[in-house]
Nanobody, 128 residues
Framework: VQLQASGGGLVQAGGSLRLSCTAS????????IAWFRQAPGKEREGVSY????????YYENSVKGRFSTSRDNARNTVYLQLNSLKLEDTAVYYC??????????????????????WGRGTQVTVSS
């Protein structure tokens, strides 16, 4: 199983990026998907979570209303749209997949340990 994240880059504050995560060796439609990020000197934090069917999602308060996640199971790809980027969004972003029930996602209770496979990350840098 491999997850390849891409789409990161350097963007000015207020700008947008779209991250992609493409899976190989696994059918994404069997898995819930999450995006995490880790900024320099900080702990990894969850950003967004989406169920295997795509009908349940959850966003951390720090990105709610600015980020959105979607999935294209036919392409075995999930996307994270980042809008209205802030300096504090600078981090390495990771996608991860796991068998996480929708009820856990809906309640915002999904944890990193529930995700079995992780991509290598893509750097997002927001400049002023």
């Amino acid at each position: 199983v491999q997850l390849q994240a891409s789409g990161g880059g350097l963007v000015q504050a207020g700008g947008s990026l779209r991250l992609s995560c493409t899976a190989s060796g696994v059918a994404l439609d069997d898995y819930a998907i999450a995006w995490f990020r880790q900024a320099p000197g900080k702990e990894r934090e969850g950003v967004s979570y989406i169920s295997s069917t795509g009908d349940t999602s959850y966003y951390e308060n720090s990105v709610k209303g600015r980020f959105s996640t979607s999935r294209d199971n036919a392409r075995n790809t999930v996307y994270l749209q980042l809008n209205s980027l802030k300096l504090e969004d600078t981090a390495v972003y990771y996608c991860a997949i796991g068998k996480v029930p929708p009820v856990v996602i809906r309640q915002g209770l999904a944890s990193a340990w529930e995700y079995d496979y992780w991509g290598r990350g893509t750097q997002v840098t927001v400049s002023s």
